[in-house]
């Protein structure tokens, strides 16, 4: 079963900070964060993952509360490449590897 | 980064057909890949554990004997879809990652194939 819960869907206009929130209350100490987006028809694309620190690459960066029970997932200037269903997932960083996927974010960035 | 392939994108085969679908890491080494399936506006459900040199492990209500899976080196997984039917169209995506021999390491996240379309008529 999924470990997060998103909003189903989120509107954002194009050039503005895209902020996707996550609630992993249940979150175990091993476990990180990880955000995903799928693009239509396509497989889901690798953004960014943290455990405890805020992180931050080319694509978006991660902040995670102190208690590490929720998330803000943020792309600082959206572009209408940017339309997808965004995954968070918690998932333990050790031996089983496989990423159980929810329902996700659907992000809409309009012109 | 790491790349992984799927082959073919898009399939389309005809009710009681067999369809192999293949999953390559293009420049890296796993010993574990993951097959997924995603139907219409759901989410992608895990199907299968592709381990290499030994047998698939499946998840809860997936066939073996109807998703043979086979990961017979380090950089292919394929995916055989054995006497399929409509029910089984779907999305397929399989995924790997380069830490795959052991826990992953901090920088190694799982990395996707594009996904195969199969389409049962």
């Known amino acids: 079963d999924a470990k997060t819960t998103q909003p189903p869907s989120m509107d954002c206009a194009e050039g503005r900070a895209a902020n996707l929130p996550c609630n992993h209350s249940?979150?175990?100490?091993?476990?990180?964060v990880y955000w995903y987006r799928q693009i239509h028809s396509q497989g889901p694309q690798y953004i960014i993952h943290g455990l405890k620190n805020n992180e931050t690459n080319e694509m978006a960066s991660l902040i995670i509360t102190e208690d590490r029970k929720s998330s803000t997932l943020i792309l600082p200037h959206a572009t209408l490449r940017d339309t997808a269903v965004y995954y968070c997932i918690v998932e333990s960083n050790f031996g089983n590897e496989k990423l159980t996927f929810g329902t996700g974010t659907r992000l809409t960035i309009i012109p | 980064g790491a790349v992984v392939s799927q082959h073919p994108s898009r399939v389309i085969c005809k009710s009681g057909t067999s369809v192999k679908i293949e999953c390559r890491s293009l420049?890296?080494?796993?010993?574990?890949m993951f097959w997924y399936r995603q139907f219409p506006k759901q989410s992608l459900m895990l199907m299968a554990t592709s381990n290499e040199g030994s047998k698939a492990t499946y998840e809860q209500g997936v066939e073996k004997d109807k998703f043979l899976i086979n990961h017979a080196s380090l950089t292919l997984s394929t995916l055989t879809v054995t006497s399929a039917h409509p029910e089984d169209s779907s999305f397929y995506i399989c995924?790997?990652?380069?830490?795959?021999?052991?826990?992953?390491?901090?920088?190694?996240?799982?990395?996707f194939g594009n996904g195969t379309r199969l389409t049962v008529t």
């Open positions: 420049d890296f080494q796993a010993t574990t």
């Open positions: 995924s790997a990652s380069p830490s795959s021999q052991g826990p992953r390491s901090y920088n190694s996240p799982l990395h």
């Open positions: 249940t979150i175990s100490g091993n476990e990180y």
